[in-house]
């Protein structure tokens, strides 16, 4: 990989506060009581922090607000969780990703490309710019969390991010990209407390 890797992590400049956020939680009964609701709030509106502090060779060329934030990341969205089982997720997992199996975060974006890049033209004032919907698995999440020796929140929250990220539009289908929204994910995860 011949690019230069940057780190979102390292940006120099003061945390930029959320404008506003919108998380709409719905969590499968089986789970209700055991899921701590702020801290995915918390988890999306670290993750837009990070994603409007960074100022990456990859996001160099999206235009910005008169702050300088990206416009990738508006100043009042709305996301929509998810949290269910391993079955559900399995059946979603099959039908949009056509994979067979459970899975432990699911993104479905709302955001055309063509938006990002305009500044959200032709949007009502102020309504939240719908980025789209986050699936979870509890199940997936409880076992990933004993195999990697964390808790259960501090593994929802990250599911959280990692969704939250592929909301906006961030991959990792290369080693580079996978970098460096690891390194968002971490500045989010710092943020919160997590890392």
Do not use: C
Request: aromatic content about 6%.
């Amino acid at each position: 990989m011949g690019a230069a890797k940057s780190d979102p992590g390292d940006v120099g400049s003061p945390e930029p506060e959320v404008g506003g956020v919108e998380v709409l939680i719905d969590v499968a009964p089986q789970f209700r009581g055991r899921i701590d609701e702020q801290l995915l709030e918390r988890a999306v509106q670290e993750t837009l922090n990070a994603a409007r502090a960074d100022r990456s060779v990859g996001w160099a060329d999206r235009p910005t607000t008169p702050a300088g934030y990206p416009t990738h990341v508006p100043a009042h969205a709305e996301v929509s969780i998810h949290v269910t089982d391993d079955a559900e997720m399995q059946q979603l997992n099959a039908h949009y990703r056509q994979v067979d199996k459970p899975t432990d975060v699911l993104s479905f974006s709302f955001v055309d490309e063509e938006i990002g890049r305009s500044g959200h033209p032709g949007h009502p004032p102020g309504l939240p710019i719908q980025l789209g919907e986050i699936a979870i698995s509890f199940e997936y999440a409880e076992r990933q969390a004993s195999e990697l020796g964390h808790t259960l929140g501090k593994e929802l929250a990250w599911l959280t991010i990692h969704g939250a990220l592929q909301l906006l539009g961030y991959t990792h289908y290369t080693e580079e990209q996978a970098v460096h929204m690891e390194a968002l994910e971490q500045r989010a995860l710092r943020a919160m407390g997590l890392a």
